[in-house]
């Protein structure tokens, strides 16, 4: 085979840190060319995202406090997948807690990687439209400070292009989702 179509050896597998999110290891691998290094890597179940579109063609979005950047984030509504669902389920559980509102139509628009560098963590994106308005919001999780926030897609581009505080699996999910949009 080929240098470079051949995967690396797998020769130590630690698991370090086992969370209520993620999971943290460190992996020793052998490469096709003989050498030996250590990777670490964060093992993630996937997250399922939204893109809710209002009747008057508006986003739906959340700011949220993100603890690891100390501040709030502009973000399509979000949420790891629980083993117990798929994503589509994950999404629809989310949509109604984050923002309070219901979909009755879902598209599938992509996945991808979140940051494959260092994690598995895949994102699968819907769109979400016949969007319905709950009249009592769910219950969120306790750990959860957001608020909701509308916005045209002109000025989501614009928060974008303009760098206002906006998470990149947000940014991929609003360029997927563009042909729908405009």
């Given at each position: 085979m080929p240098l470079g179509r051949e995967l690396p050896q797998l020769l130590k597998q630690r698991l370090f840190h086992k969370g209520r999110k993620f999971d943290f290891e460190v992996n020793r691998l052998r490469l096709p060319n003989k050498s030996e290094g250590e990777w670490e890597c964060i093992r993630h179940p996937g997250g399922a995202l939204a893109i809710p579109?209002?009747?008057e063609g508006k986003l739906v979005l959340v700011r949220q406090y993100r603890f690891a950047v100390q501040g709030r984030l502009l973000?399509?509504?979000a949420g790891t997948v629980e083993s117990t669902e798929d994503p589509l389920e994950t999404i629809q559980r989310e949509?109604?807690?984050?923002?309070g509102y219901s979909a009755q139509k879902w598209d599938k628009i992509g996945e991808f990687f979140l940051a494959p560098g260092y994690s598995d963590e895949i994102i699968y994106a819907f769109l979400a439209r016949d969007l319905e308005k709950l009249d009592?919001?769910?219950?969120?999780d306790e750990d959860e400070d957001l608020e909701?926030?509308?916005?045209?897609?002109?000025?989501?581009?614009?928060?974008?292009?303009?760098?206002e505080l906006v998470d990149a699996k947000s940014i991929s999910s609003f360029f997927l989702a563009r042909s729908f949009l405009l």
């Open positions: 579109i209002t009747a973000e399509f509504p949509i109604a807690e984050e923002t009592t919001l769910p219950e969120r909701t926030v509308l916005l045209t897609p002109e000025e989501m581009e614009t928060a974008i292009l303009e760098g």
